[in-house]
Every structure is written in C-alpha cells, then in structure tokens.
C-alpha cells in the first residue's frame, strides 16, 4: 500500500459472538428457556472494519487474536471481506476474545465479554505499525483496548492530518491529553454522560437543551467534534471548526436487533469522511447505514453495502 492512498485504520477488538435470541431477558437467578441460539463474528473493531469496506473504502484492521479456531474463523472471515488483515497478530498464549449476547424480542441487548488477546495488544506491536498509523486519512479506536496503546496511537496520529476518531465504548475514563488528540467523539447518551461525570462536570438536569450544554463545556475541554448516537432517536453533532450543531432524527424501522448498530454507524462515519464527504453528509449515511443494520440478526452480517446505503439514502434525501 502506498502512502498516496486514502485508507481507514480501525485499531480494535475482534470477537467471537454466542447470540441468544429470547422474548426476554431473564431476572438475576433466573433461567429463561426457549431461546435460539447462532454464533457470528463480532468485537467492536472488526464490526466497523466490515462497515468501513462494505461502505466503500479501503480498510486496514489491527488487533490481536488468539491462535485457536475462533481467531482462524474471524481472521479469514475478515480477509473475504476485503479488508487489509497483514498487520494482525495472533496470540498463541492467549485465547480469542469472546462475547456472550442476549437479545430480546424487542432487538434490545445485554452483553458480557471476555476479551481475551484483544485486551493483549501491546505498544512494542503499535510501534511495529507506525507508518500505517501516520499514513491512514481516518482511523478509528475503540476502548476494548489498553488506554496506554489508545494514547500512543493518538501520539502518533497527530503527526500527521489523520482525521482521528474515538469511539469511547465499553466506556473507561479518558486522559485529558487523549481528549485534546481526538477530532471526533462519538459516545452514545450514557456515555455521554460517563464523560461528562468523569471529567469533573456536575450532573445536568435532563431536558430539551441538555445536549447542547453538555457538548459547549466538552468543547472547552479541547474536544472539536461530538457525536451523540441515540439508538431509536437518532443522533445529536455539534462541530467546533464548522460551527455547526444540529439533530438527525432516526429513521423509522422495525428493529429486529441492535447488536452492532453503534459499531456500524461509527463504521460508515470513517468511510465517508475518508472519501471526502462533509461532516454532515457522513453523518447522515451513517444514520442511514445504523437504520438498515438493525433491521437484521447479528453484528457483521447486519453491515450493509454501498450500494444499498446510497440507494436509501437518495430515497430519504433525493441526493
């Protein structure tokens, strides 16, 4: 790959995940039967790495898997995606990380996982990778990964004009100095308020400007670009350099389940910010591709096409 070419670099987790769909989740002590039971290729990472290519751009995916069967089935799952898996690293001491998911008939979900090799990641392997950082026109990092790996690839990002994305799930707290490195927050409203809580700020009382409020003091805090994802109510942005702020409503689906949804909006967001879309129109495709990944089982599998996205999107914007 030559340095003149525009990439996506996802840096993240990878997981086998144990699905079980069931008409609810069961009470602490409680065993619900009936369930069905389909195992799918997941991990935070890998999901937006499948939404990234799928949506039109060529993707780069580091992480660390575990050399056993499940990391072989997502390695090569990963690879008939199209997507650049050179720079994986298998783990022979470390199993690969899985995640156990219950999913109700409403397409709600409960997750726990076990990380496994992911959370292995290292810095000696993030500076085995420097020049595929620096090179990526967007790059995208989840927190299934170590805070100090997050912060040396964020060091060595800012080197150069990579647009650098933080997608800060499963929550943890964050250094300031990550904070000042990102251009592009995109918690979802409970992890929005983790931030929030976590950087000092008092609890705001919910109410119709409370996004507004909450992104004005985050903004002071030298963060440029926020993205609130609001599942079944769609997402809130505010832009510091284009000083721009508005709500995209969620379009209307019957959603059948919602593993994933965040992981492809972030996905379609770096895809179209890395083929030169504006801020606005990448998040309105990421709103669109979300809408039709809950309408389908699983993670990856739920990512959908170019094709189908653009087709979609011009029905609801006639652009």
Do not use: W
């Not at 809408?291 to 029905?315: D, H, L, W």
């Amino acid at each position: 790959m030559t340095s003149n070419e525009n990439y996506v670099l996802i840096i993240g987790s990878s997981n086998m995940d144990l699905n079980i769909y069931s008409k609810r989740f069961p009470k602490p002590g409680e065993t619900v039967t009936e369930g069905t039971f389909t195992q799918s290729f997941g991990g935070k990472g890998a999901n937006q790495a499948v939404a990234s290519i799928r949506s039109g751009s060529k993707t780069i995916f580091i992480g660390k898997l575990g050399q056993d069967p499940f990391g072989t089935q997502m390695i090569e799952n990963l690879v008939n995606e199209g997507i650049d898996t050179t720079h994986v690293i298998m783990d022979p001491e470390n199993a690969s990380g899985v995640a156990f998911i219950l999913i109700d008939s409403n397409g709600q979900n409960m997750i726990s996982v076990a990380p496994g090799a992911n959370a292995k990641l290292s810095l000696k392997d993030i500076k085995n990778v420097l020049n595929i950082i620096q090179n990526a026109s967007v790059i995208v990092i989840q927190m299934e990964i170590s805070m100090k790996v997050i912060q040396e690839i964020f060091n060595t990002a800012s080197k150069k004009n990579t647009i650098k994305i933080l997608n800060p799930a499963p929550f943890k707290e964050i250094p300031m100095d990550v904070l000042k490195k990102v251009d592009i927050i995109t918690p979802n409203e409970n992890e929005l308020f983790q931030l929030y809580s976590s950087l000092g700020f008092k609890e705001k009382q919910k109410n119709t400007d409370i996004f507004s409020k909450i992104t004005k003091d985050l903004h002071n805090c030298g963060i440029q670009t926020i993205i609130v994802t609001l599942g079944d109510k769609g997402c809130f942005v505010s832009d510091t350099k284009s000083e721009d702020q508005f709500h995209l409503s969620a379009i209307n689906v019957t959603a059948v389940d919602t593993v994933g949804a965040g992981d492809c909006y972030n996905g379609v967001l770096a895809s179209r910010l890395c083929q030169g879309d504006t801020l606005r129109i990448a998040t309105k495709y990421a709103n669109v591709a979300a809408s039709i990944a809950v309408t389908r089982t699983g993670a990856q599998n739920s990512m959908p096409f170019q094709e189908e996205i653009a087709k979609r999107y011009s029905e609801l914007f006639g652009q």
